[in-house]
C-alpha cells in the first residue's frame, strides 16, 4: 500500500490533521483526525510502500506495546485510511 500523494500531515493544537493540498485533491470535502499514534504511523506510511507488518514494527519499537494489540490498532487505522480514500 501507499499514501495518496497530496496529503500533508498538520499538527494543530494536540491533535493531527490529514489535510488535501494538491489540486487534484481540491474537492476532498472530509477532515480526518489522527491521534499521536495514528499521526506516527501516517509518517512511516509516508516513507514508501507499507503495509501492516511493517506498520505493526515499527509501532512495537516505538511504543511498548505487545504485537497482537499493535496488529490489532493498525489493521484498525489502515482500514479507516482505505474508507476515507487516503491510501490505496
Known amino acids: 500500500m501507499r499514501t495518496i500523494e ?3 500531515l498538520r499538527k494543530l493544537g494536540n491533535e493531527y490533521i490529514l489535510v488535501g493540498e494538491s489540486m487534484a485533491l481540491i474537492n476532498f470535502n472530509k477532515m480526518i483526525t489522527l491521534n499521536e499514534t495514528a499521526a506516527f504511523l501516517w509518517q512511516e506510511a509516508e516513507k514508501g510502500n507499507f503495509d501492516a507488518g511493517s ?3 515499527a509501532l512495537c519499537t516505538e511504543y511498548e506495546v505487545s504485537p497482537e ?3 490489532s490498532d493498525v489493521e484498525a487505522t489502515i482500514a479507516s485510511w482505505k474508507e476515507a480514500g487516503v491510501i490505496d
Open 55 to 57: 506498520l505493526c514494527k
Open 69 to 71: 494489540r499493535a496488529m
Open 6 to 8: 497530496g496529503f500533508k
